[in-house]
């Protein structure tokens, strides 16, 4: 019967285009490896002050202060250097131990100590991240949220530059918010 | 003359598609030349079109037949209305009648009007008291705004409540939250003329977000099996808001509301006095069905173990068609409490009020009596569940959960329905599970009032309800198994053996307690003189081939005995055992492409419906979508491409026309900014 032939070979066909199918990556990622790659390409479209890096191979310090909700996919994923720099991931349970940082990964369980933390960071070159509600508002450097189950974020370009570090336009153009909330930073 | 054409629109079809795939598979393998990409090389634009995956994990610790539909499967599977999107849960028989009626059942008796099951909306039930089943042309929502259906098979009665007999499915929207930004999306093809739906979400202050959809689809006449057009078309318009407010760390509240109108096209067998000798006319109806509701939502955390909700609802649907016009608002209002009891406890109680209020006109064929009628339902419910043995990493090994709904409702007063599962973890990612459970299904408005003449070759006929139809009964034995073998694979396993008392029959004579009609026609009413089992096993898996490619079968397996109680004259409803499939399998393949191109396949088997004259059938949907960037998304979806058109399942009650489900295909265009 041809019926049965028809699905046969759609299937074939599926079947056929799995195999041999090289991809970038499948539609959805597991969240905590998604935003594993943001940390990387914040890196690549940050500016940290000149010396921050003095050899062409000084390490990348990622910093995860607080609940580790990457595991061990942040230092799988994360696995090349970025123009010659590798990375180099620590974690920290206190604000006192992240020093040497360049970017801080803030866990949302230290909501309650956030002043605190942002205080005590204040004027050092380190891209603050985090999940917590308003962390940019609030003066943390890029907020990740969810929309439709895709990863955004916002961004605070006044702290970002009250901290020394330029952030590239091309990271600006992506961001679903920038704070402060005035139309010239739009 | 038909077999010849049809060979050769097959031959045709088989043509296209082998052509298709030649095409797919020479731009594959000239993919392949590439040297193998990582996931550092994806730029920041393509990360953003990447979708948070879904980890299934914590269904392992429900000791039930639970299956989770997620917004991204819909997304990927193309399917427009909530139906649609049912027929990716593995063990639901989902049965497509025409171009608007559907027959949606799990474990047996399906049927338009299956009564069997609870199906609900962000906590809102959505199955009509008139008789105990969703009027499925109405349901629905922007379907980009689902964030997930549960679906959970066998008696769920513990928790929810009569109704919930054979399964219950929970349709849950997103959090405003989640829906922040405009969404507009259109489209069209063979049978779906056109459609579109817009979101706007947007946020008050830090701690507030609201959105607001409207969504409008008009859907083509699907085929007679003589080949010729149906008279079913339809087109439906709905809207509706969410707003959530996060009060600070332990209130949290929502309220929304959905609104839809409709126009449907329908041909109905009435009954017509005036017209010896066959008493029956066939009309020509557009119906208008229109509808709303409010829901608002409080819930107040205590403590990380310690949870209170509180929920206020209500809903008003219109139904205008010449065969019936109803009128029906309901308020509901639902108390829960859950908190831990000491180290081992977790309790859930909760109570609830719900009062429905119709309004019926009545025509020869339809008519209820009385016409109007008020119902009232009181429910509370307390669950235990009891962790009885942890293991030394302080997981649960071994846990006890029993608990009982007690209802009390207008038509049968005072019901019970107990309920006990076990669950047994004996090593990680193992989980086997066994149950016992009592519910009811209690009367619906038409089986308590209703007189519904139709015509048949042998003359007139009407069904009468009985004020003392009692309810439904059903004990279930259920077992499971569930485990993940493997980083890739992971399998699910579900068996079951119901026994059932007291099912609705339709017996000769008046009814005791329905006045006959004006006119003389034979009469039937019903009774619960029927009785049987069910068993049958469901399993499904999923496989992840590799990163872009992941692989869901799924095979059910379903017998239905039936016997007539002592006294009974119906033969009819034995014939039921015939209405479900005994096998049904599916296979769905999902596909992720170079430069953000997805292909999915769902491939559908379901056995033949010897009672009613449905031969089984093979079908196919397939979509292919092209995420071009962040912002804009395309898609082609092809539907039932197996053959020209099949038919699916047969009305039955209310006579309606004989249709069969056209192959058919459309576009879609989205943006989201």
């Given at each position: 019967?041809l019926?049965?032939?028809?699905?046969?070979?759609?299937?074939?066909?599926?079947?056929?285009?799995?195999?041999?199918?090289?991809?970038?990556?499948?539609?959805?990622?597991?969240?905590?490896?998604?935003?594993?790659?943001?940390?990387?390409?914040?890196?690549?479209?940050?500016?940290?002050?000149?010396?921050?890096?003095?050899?062409?191979?000084?390490?990348?310090?990622?910093?995860?202060?607080?609940?580790?909700?990457?595991?061990?996919?942040?230092?799988?994923?994360?696995?090349?250097?970025?123009?010659?720099?590798?990375?180099?991931?620590?974690?920290?349970?206190t604000?006192?131990?992240?020093?040497?940082?360049?970017?801080?990964?803030?866990?949302?369980q230290?909501?309650?100590r956030?002043?605190?933390?942002?205080?005590s960071?204040?004027?050092?070159?380190?891209?603050?991240?985090?999940e917590?509600?308003?962390?940019?508002?609030?003066?943390?450097?890029?907020?990740?949220?969810?929309?439709?189950?895709?990863?955004?974020?916002?961004?605070?370009?006044?702290?970002?530059?009250?901290?020394?570090?330029?952030?590239?336009?091309?990271?600006?153009?992506?961001?679903?918010?920038i704070?402060?909330?005035?139309?010239?930073?739009? | 003359?038909?077999?010849?054409?049809?060979?050769?629109?097959?031959?045709?079809?088989?043509?296209r598609?082998?052509?298709?795939?030649?095409l797919?598979l020479?731009?594959?393998?000239?993919?392949?030349?590439?040297?193998?990409?990582?996931?550092?090389?994806?730029?920041?634009?393509?990360?953003?079109?990447?979708?948070?995956?879904?980890v299934?994990?914590?269904?392992?610790?429900?000791?039930?037949?639970?299956?989770?539909?997620?917004?991204?499967?819909?997304?990927?599977?193309?399917?427009?209305?909530?139906?649609?999107?049912?027929?990716l849960v593995?063990?639901?028989?989902?049965?497509?009648?025409d171009?608007?009626?559907?027959?949606?059942?799990?474990?047996?008796?399906?049927?338009?009007?299956?009564?069997?099951?609870?199906?609900?909306?962000?906590?809102?039930?959505?199955?009509?008291?008139?008789?105990?089943?969703?009027?499925?042309?109405?349901?629905?929502?922007?379907?980009?705004?689902?964030?997930?259906?549960?679906?959970?098979?066998?008696?769920?009665?513990?928790?929810?409540?009569?109704?919930?007999?054979?399964?219950?499915?929970?349709?849950?929207?997103?959090?405003?939250k989640?829906?922040?930004?405009?969404?507009?999306?259109?489209?069209?093809?063979t049978?779906?003329?056109?459609?579109?739906?817009?979101?706007?979400?947007?946020?008050?202050?830090?701690?507030?977000?609201?959105?607001?959809?409207?969504?409008?689809?008009?859907?083509?006449?699907?085929?007679l099996?003589?080949?010729n057009?149906?008279?079913?078309?339809?087109?439906?318009?709905?809207?509706?808001?969410?707003?959530?407010?996060?009060?600070?760390?332990?209130?949290s509240?929502?309220?929304?509301?959905?609104?839809?109108?409709?126009?449907f096209?329908?041909?109905?067998?009435?009954?017509?006095?005036?017209n010896?000798?066959?008493?029956s006319?066939?009309?020509?109806?557009?119906?208008?069905?229109?509808?709303?509701?409010?829901?608002?939502?409080?819930?107040?955390?205590?403590?990380?173990?310690?949870?209170?909700?509180?929920?206020?609802?209500?809903?008003?649907?219109?139904?205008?068609?010449?065969?019936?016009?109803?009128?029906?608002?309901?308020?509901?209002?639902?108390?829960?409490?859950?908190?831990?009891?000491?180290?081992?406890?977790?309790?859930?109680?909760g109570?609830?009020?719900?009062v429905?209020?119709?309004?019926?006109?009545?025509?020869?064929?339809?008519?209820?009596?009385?016409?109007?009628?008020?119902?009232?339902l009181?429910?509370?419910?307390?669950?235990?569940?009891?962790?009885?043995?942890?293991?030394?990493?302080?997981?649960?090994?071994?846990?006890?959960?029993?608990?009982?709904?007690?209802e009390?409702?207008?038509?049968?007063?005072?019901?019970?329905?107990p309920?006990?599962?076990?669950?047994?973890?004996?090593?990680?990612?193992?989980?086997?599970?066994?149950?016992?459970?009592?519910?009811?299904?209690?009367?619906?408005?038409?089986?308590?009032?209703?007189?519904?003449?139709?015509?048949?070759?042998?003359?007139?006929?009407?069904?009468?309800?009985?004020?003392?139809?009692?309810s439904?009964?059903?004990?279930?034995?259920?077992?499971?198994?569930r485990?993940?073998?493997?980083?890739?694979?992971?399998?699910?396993a579900?068996?079951?053996?119901?026994?059932?008392?007291?099912?609705?029959s339709?017996?000769?004579?008046?009814?005791?307690?329905?006045p006959?009609?004006?006119?003389?026609?034979?009469?039937?009413?019903?009774?619960?003189?029927?009785?049987?089992?069910?068993?049958?096993?469901?399993?499904?898996?999923?496989?992840?081939?590799?990163?872009?490619?992941?692989?869901?079968?799924?095979?059910?397996?379903?017998?239905?005995?039936?016997?007539?109680?002592?006294?009974?004259?119906?033969?009819?409803?034995?014939?039921?055992?015939?209405?479900n499939?005994?096998?049904?399998?599916?296979?769905?393949?999902?596909?992720?492409?170079?430069?953000?191109?997805?292909?999915?396949?769902?491939?559908?088997?379901?056995d033949?419906l010897?009672?009613?004259?449905?031969?089984?059938?093979?079908?196919?949907?397939?979509?292919?979508g092209?995420?071009?960037?962040?912002?804009?998304?395309?898609?082609?979806?092809?539907?039932?491409?197996?053959?020209?058109?099949?038919?699916?399942f047969?009305?039955?009650?209310?006579?309606?026309?004989?249709?069969?489900?056209?192959?058919?295909?459309?576009?879609q265009?989205?943006?989201r900014?």
């Open positions: 019967m019926k049965p032939i028809a699905s046969l070979m759609l299937l074939l066909a599926t079947l056929a285009g799995g195999i041999t199918a090289r991809a970038q990556g499948s539609d959805s990622l597991p969240e905590y490896q998604l935003k594993a790659l943001f940390l990387y390409n914040f890196a690549k479209f940050v500016d940290w002050p000149a010396g921050t890096f003095p050899e062409t191979n000084s390490p990348i310090i990622i910093g995860v202060l607080g609940k580790d909700r990457f595991g061990p996919i942040l230092d799988k994923t994360i696995n090349q250097p970025l123009n010659g720099h590798p990375f180099v991931i620590r974690r920290f349970a604000v006192a131990e992240a020093d040497g940082c360049h970017i801080l990964f803030i866990s949302d230290e909501t309650r956030l002043d605190e933390i942002l205080r960071l204040k004027g050092r070159s380190i891209l603050t991240v985090s917590i509600e308003n962390f940019a508002r609030q003066g943390g450097l890029i907020q990740f949220i969810t929309v439709d189950d895709k990863i955004r974020f916002l961004i605070n370009n006044n702290a970002a530059r009250s901290s020394g570090l330029r952030i590239s336009s091309q990271l600006l153009n992506l961001a679903v918010k704070y402060p909330d005035t139309p010239a930073a739009k | 003359m038909e077999a010849d054409s049809r060979g050769r629109q097959w031959t045709r079809t088989a043509a598609i082998s052509r298709i795939s030649l797919l020479a731009w594959f393998t000239t993919s392949v030349t590439r040297a193998d990409t990582n996931l550092l090389t994806l730029s920041l634009s393509d990360l953003m079109t990447k979708s948070i995956m879904r299934s994990e914590p269904l392992s610790s429900v000791p039930a037949a639970v299956a989770v539909v997620t917004g991204n499967d819909i997304h990927r599977s193309g399917a427009r209305t909530i139906p649609e999107a049912l027929r593995p063990g639901l028989n989902v049965a497509q009648l171009a608007a009626q559907w027959a949606v059942s799990a474990r047996g008796f399906n049927d338009v009007f299956a009564n069997k099951l609870l199906v609900m909306q962000d906590g809102r039930s959505i199955y009509t008291p008139l008789f105990s089943g969703v009027f499925w042309d109405v349901q629905g929502t922007m379907m980009e705004d689902i964030d997930r259906i549960e679906v959970v098979r066998g008696p769920g009665a513990t928790l929810w409540g009569a109704n919930a007999v054979n399964g219950v499915i929970n349709i849950i929207t997103k959090s405003a989640e829906t922040q930004g405009t969404l507009l999306t259109a489209g069209g093809g049978q779906y003329r056109g459609f579109a739906g817009a979101r706007y979400g947007g946020q008050l202050n830090e701690n507030t977000h609201y959105r607001f959809y409207a969504a409008y689809a008009n859907h083509n006449d699907a085929v099996p003589n080949g057009e149906a008279f079913d078309s339809w087109h439906l318009a709905r809207g509706g808001f969410r707003v959530d407010w996060d009060a600070g760390d332990q209130n509240f929502t309220f929304q509301g959905d609104g839809y109108a409709g126009w096209h329908q041909i109905y067998g009435l009954f017509n006095p005036a010896p000798p066959t008493f006319s066939f009309v020509r109806d557009e119906y208008e069905p229109r509808g709303g509701n409010v829901l608002g939502r409080w819930t107040r955390v205590f403590s990380a173990s310690s949870e209170l909700k509180l929920q206020v609802y209500y809903d008003r649907t219109e139904r205008e068609a010449v065969i019936f016009r109803e009128e029906r608002d309901t308020v509901d209002l639902d108390l829960q409490h859950q908190f831990a009891l000491g180290e081992r406890n977790n309790v859930v109680w109570f609830g009020y719900r429905t209020s119709d309004r019926e006109a009545n025509n020869p064929t339809i008519t209820f009596t009385p016409d109007n009628r008020t119902v009232h009181f429910s509370a419910f307390v669950q235990d569940e009891l962790t009885m043995l942890r293991n030394d990493a302080g997981e649960n090994v071994v846990n006890l959960t029993f608990g009982s709904k007690f009390h409702n207008d038509y049968t007063g005072i019901e019970i329905q309920g006990a599962r076990l669950l047994w973890a004996p090593r990680q990612r193992h989980t086997l599970w066994a149950s016992i459970s009592r519910a009811v299904r209690t009367p619906s408005r038409a089986e308590d009032d209703i007189a519904l003449t139709q015509p048949t070759p042998g003359g007139p006929v009407t069904i009468y309800g009985n004020r003392r139809f009692e439904e009964e059903l004990t279930a034995y259920e077992l499971g198994y485990a993940r073998l493997h980083e890739t694979f992971s399998v699910d579900a068996a079951f053996y119901n026994v059932y008392d007291n099912l609705r339709i017996e000769f004579g008046p009814s005791p307690t329905q006959p009609g004006p006119f003389p026609t034979f009469p039937l009413h019903a009774e619960n003189r029927l009785r049987g089992e069910t068993y049958g096993a469901e399993f499904s898996a999923e496989w992840r081939v590799n990163d872009r490619w992941r692989l869901r079968p799924a095979y059910t397996f379903f017998e239905m005995q039936l016997r007539a109680g002592p006294g009974s004259t119906d033969t009819m409803s034995l014939q039921d055992e015939g209405k499939p005994q096998h049904q399998f599916s296979l769905r393949s999902s596909m992720t492409l170079p430069h953000n191109i997805d292909f999915d396949c769902t491939f559908r088997y379901v033949n010897s009672a009613i004259n449905v031969s089984s059938y093979v079908t196919a949907d397939v979509r292919l092209w995420r071009i960037n962040r912002h804009w998304e395309i898609a082609v979806v092809g539907q039932n491409l197996v053959e020209n058109r099949h038919a699916e047969r009305p039955s009650f209310i006579t309606t026309q004989t249709a069969d489900i056209p192959r058919s295909v459309y576009g265009v989205t943006c900014f």
